[in-house]
Each structure stands twice: as C-alpha cells, then as structure tokens.
C-alpha cells in the first residue's frame, strides 16, 4: 500500500507523459484524442479524490489550510481550462495554444503541490493521522471516474 504522497506523484507523472503525448502530435489524431481523454478524464477524478482526501485533512490543520485553500483554487482554474478545450475543435490551431496555456497551469500547479505543498502537510499532519490515505484517494478516484459525465451535466445547469 502506498502512501498519499506517492499516489498523488504517480499521476502526476502518468499526466506529465500524456501532456507530453498530447504535445508532440498533432491535429485530431486518434492518438492525441486517446491521451486527451485519459488526460481530461485522470485530472477530473485526481482533483476530485485529491480535495475529498488529501486537502480536506490538510484544510484541517490550521497550518496548512493556506496551502489547501491555494491548491483547491488552482484546481478550480484547471477544471475550467479543461472544459473550455473540450468544448473547442481539436484541429484548430486555438485549441494547441488554450491546451498550452493548460499544460503550463497545471505543471505549475503539480511542482508546487510536490515541492511545497506536500512538504506543509508532512509538517502540521502526523503520519498516523494520514495513513491508509494513499489508498483512501485511490478508492475514491476509482469512483469519481464513474461520474465524471453525471458532475459535469450538473455543473453545466448551473
């Protein structure tokens, strides 16, 4: 079983690599289709699982709740980008520069999550409290991957 902090690192790399695939091909190819939809996918269900876990005992402590709160926005910011790409026509030279405009958001947001965030939550929360956590952000991604269409049709009537 692993630990929160290298389950959030190990998508964090899996997205890192699709951002890379995305990158470098070109037009509505199937492959570039195929990785965006893993991508979209994957950063809707992380972020999710990741609030509902990580950020909510992070929120908690009052020491971290600075960071917390930073890092729940810049989600916010991130699902809005994705949204607005999938709306858009892969083909169109519009939607490379909106994706690159994402892919820098959400490196930035990545870096800052390993290098400071998760150095503030090994501070103010002992590791007793968050064990089994690693597991805790898997079982819940696991779900938020089943209702990623059923939250975004509720988001859009709103």
């Known amino acids: 079983m692993s630990d929160i902090y290298s389950a959030l690192k190990s998508d964090h790399d899996r997205h890192r690599e699709l951002l890379d695939t995305i990158e470098n091909t070109e037009g509505a190819s199937d492959k570039r289709k195929d990785a965006w939809e893993e991508f979209y996918r994957d950063v809707k269900a992380h972020g999710a699982a990741e609030e509902e876990t990580f950020y909510s005992k992070l929120i908690s402590k009052t020491w971290g709740q600075d960071s917390a709160r930073h890092s729940v926005h810049e989600h916010q910011q991130i699902d809005d980008l994705l949204e607005e790409l999938r709306e858009m026509e892969m083909s169109e030279g519009a939607w490379l520069q909106k994706f690159?405009?994402?892919?820098h958001d959400y490196e930035h947001h990545?870096?800052?999550?390993?290098d400071e965030v998760f150095s503030r939550a090994k501070e103010v929360i002992p590791e007793d409290e968050i064990n089994g956590y690693g597991e805790r952000f898997r079982d819940r991604k696991s779900k938020e991957l089943k209702i990623i269409e059923e939250k975004r049709e509720d988001s859009l009537e709103d």
């Open 100 to 103: 690159k405009q994402l892919r």
């Open 110 to 114: 990545i870096d800052e999550e390993e």
